[in-house]
């Protein structure tokens, strides 16, 4: 008796990435919750660390809902939905730039950081006393709201030069010009140490 033939379990496929579950949305628009689910916290994070936790969940449901209605007009050849939703939370933020600008003063007052992670985790973790923290955060107040934009975005955002553009939809060399500017501005407050180099060009 031959023995019983059992087929090979089948290969799981690829999950979509963010264009083509952007492009399923425009039909089926619960599909949407995906990009919400990948994304919303690194969002969140990166508002709240601009703003502070009392703006930050506002801020990160009008992201989201903004992308939401702009869905159709996302550019499907770009698979990482990434700097779209930086770049509608960028935008956002700017008309917080009052309470982005007071809570930075307010930390660099007290050092007191509200949020889980402290200021000096991450990119910035070699800026580690609460002086030095202090001054990063007053510092970072006094930037123009563009050179702060392309700076965090890179920083905060881990974005590349690249996405920066097109996240805050300007020139790569504009990029690169407001990087540059940001950095001075910063090295000329903090001294040589610079708690914003990040760890890849763009």
């Known amino acids: ?39 919303v916290e690194v969002i969140h994070h990166y508002i709240a660390r601009r703003v502070g936790t009392d703006a ?3 801020i990160v449901a009008e992201t989201f809902l903004a992308a939401f209605r702009r869905r159709s007009v996302y550019d499907v050849s770009r698979s990482d939905a990434r700097p779209w939703l930086y770049g509608i939370a960028t935008t956002l933020v700017a008309r917080h730039r009052r309470s982005e600008v007071r809570y930075l003063r307010a930390l660099s007052r ?31 107040a006094t930037l123009g709201q563009g050179d702060r934009d392309a700076l965090l975005l890179v920083v905060w955002g881990e974005l590349t030069y690249e996405e920066t553009a097109r996240a805050l939809d300007i020139p790569l060399g504009t990029v690169r010009s407001r990087l540059n500017r940001a950095r001075r501005k910063l090295r000329a407050q903090l001294g040589r140490n610079d708690p914003t180099k990040e760890t890849h060009d763009g």
Do not use: W
């Open 1 to 39: 008796m031959l023995p019983e033939m059992t087929s090979p379990p089948a290969a799981s496929s690829p999950a979509p990435d963010d264009a083509e579950v952007i492009a399923a949305s425009l039909s089926d628009s619960e599909c949407f919750a995906a990009i919400f689910d990948r994304h």
């Open 56 to 58: 930050a969940d506002d």
């Open 110 to 140: 007290t050092g007191v950081d509200p949020l889980p992670e402290s200021l000096a985790d991450g990119v910035v973790n070699r800026l580690i006393t609460h002086d030095q923290k202090r001054r990063l955060a007053g510092a970072l």
